[in-house]
């Protein structure tokens, strides 16, 4: 499959999406990314500087597939001008992919909302869409949960490229957030799971098929207590 994954800002495909693209790539999946935002509001000093050495972070970060696609639109102000709507969907019209991930509409940043609804409305009937988890799981109610768990020091691995933006913390944030969904589907303690949301649309009822990993049915038993309840 042809695998698209669109994030706000440069950091965001990391954080929220990465695990379930390792494990697209280890399927033999093909994935490219595109980054929307050029991320110059994510640090303090000259904004030139900053949007280089972020590029230089994306670059190393998601190298796995291959070179991302900056779409370089001003930082907090995606979604202002129709221009970002044309440069997104010239894009995708090159990249044709089967499958979008991208942020929910619901998320904490308006450039993830912008972004949402933007992907959204160019994918319209064509190309089905999954939507990842927001920040700290806020207004997310999961479809899909995939264990990361063989992929998740990948995962830490590609976020700590992001030297620019204290990686450490972010440690701490996919710890808590891939933990508590991992807990979800009573997995045992130690296992890591992202979470992904699916709302169906003609002629797409269901994605099911396509995602690698999905997390299996745990039964709750009080006796063996391995997992976090
Ligand atoms: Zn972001």
């Not at 942020?103 to 308006?110: A, G, I, K, R, V």
Request: net charge positive.
């Amino acid at each position: 499959m042809n695998i698209l994954a669109i994030g706000a800002h440069p950091d965001d495909i990391e954080i929220f999406m990465y695990g379930i693209l390792a494990l697209f790539k280890k399927r033999g999946d093909f994935v490219s990314t595109i980054i929307a935002t050029d991320g110059s509001l994510g640090g303090e000093g000259s904004k030139k500087k900053l949007i280089i050495s972020r590029q230089k972070e994306s670059t190393l970060a998601l190298k796995e597939f291959g070179k991302p696609y900056f779409l370089k639109i001003p930082d907090g102000h995606l979604g202002d001008v129709i221009d970002h709507k044309y440069k997104l969907k010239k894009k995708i019209e090159i990249i044709k992919p089967d499958l979008i991930i991208t942020h929910h509409w619901l998320d904490y940043h308006s450039d993830h909302r912008n972004l949402s609804k933007l992907v959204n409305e160019i994918a319209s009937h064509y190309i089905p869409i999954i939507y990842c988890d927001t920040m700290m799981g806020v207004n997310f109610n999961p479809s899909h949960y995939i264990d990361i768990t063989s992929v998740f020091n990948l995962k830490k691995k590609s976020i700590s490229f992001h030297k620019t933006q204290k990686p450490e913390r972010f440690y701490n944030l996919i710890e808590l957030m891939n933990s508590y969904r991992a807990a979800q589907c009573n997995m045992p303690k130690g296992n890591y799971a992202e979470a992904f949301y699916f709302e169906k649309s003609f002629p797409f009822s269901s994605v099911d098929k396509h995602l690698p990993n999905l997390t299996d049915l745990i039964k709750f038993d009080i006796k063996k207590q391995f997992g976090f309840l």
